[in-house]
């Protein structure tokens, strides 16, 4: 079984937040983002999974991806994921700020390699981020567990700082340049009037 049959089986049920997408689609459009600027194919399959262990299954996927995958691909996987406590199982995963806060600090131990996969991953949830601005206003925000839109630009604009030296050129520009017109699309909400 492939990477790409892997997280469709784990993935399967889910969908991107309030809406009908497959959430298997933003894995395709990660890996397509990694092949795009460079990744090998650990990286790519990385891209593919990046999202199985914090989504299905916590330390005990990651053991099971590197039997099934080779334990570099496993230790990107883990380097990309903010939890690994199995929800499936019961297990809660820690309040979204800590979560966060902890991902960031450990981006800033991370290589390069789990540098690039972690911003691709981060370009394309920023990128719909901004489409959805674009299209239902802040209204988005309501689809997400913290719903203030302050904490998710808070959240953005750390990644850019953590991933500024380890992801330079093209990609770290699409990243900048998309937190931005997010950041301004909040801003013009805000400045209407519209919550």
């Given amino acids: ?3 790409a049959t892997y997280a469709a089986e784990a993935h399967r049920q889910d969908l991107r937040k309030a809406t009908a997408i497959p959430y298997l689609s933003h894995l395709w459009s990660v890996a397509a983002l990694v ?4 990744g090998d194919d650990q990286q790519v399959a990385a891209a593919l999974l990046h999202d199985v262990a914090e989504d299905h299954g916590g330390a005990a996927r990651i053991a099971d991806i590197a039997e099934r ?3 570099e691909v496993a230790r990107l996987v883990e380097g990309l994921s903010d939890s690994l406590a199995d929800t499936d ?3 809660t995963k820690a309040p979204w700020r800590e979560r966060k806060q902890q991902y960031l600090a450990h981006l800033g131990e991370v290589d390069e390699r789990v540098a690039l996969v972690s911003a691709c991953d981060k370009l394309h949830n ?3 981020i901004e489409a959805d601005l674009r ?5 988005l925000w309501q689809r997400f567990t913290v719903t203030d839109p302050a904490d998710h630009l808070w959240y953005y604009g750390s990644l850019l700082t953590a991933l500024h030296a380890k992801v ?3 990609l770290g520009d699409a990243l900048r340049r998309t937190i931005s017109s997010i950041e301004a699309l909040a801003r013009t909400d805000t400045s209407n009037g519209r919550p």
């Fill in 135 to 139: 299209t239902v206003g802040p209204a």
């Fill in 126 to 128: 920023a990128r719909a």
């Fill in 1 to 3: 079984m492939g990477a």
């Fill in 168 to 170: 330079p050129g093209p």
């Fill in 69 to 71: 995958f080779g334990p």
């Fill in 35 to 38: 092949m795009e600027h460079g």
């Fill in 89 to 91: 199982a019961g297990e």
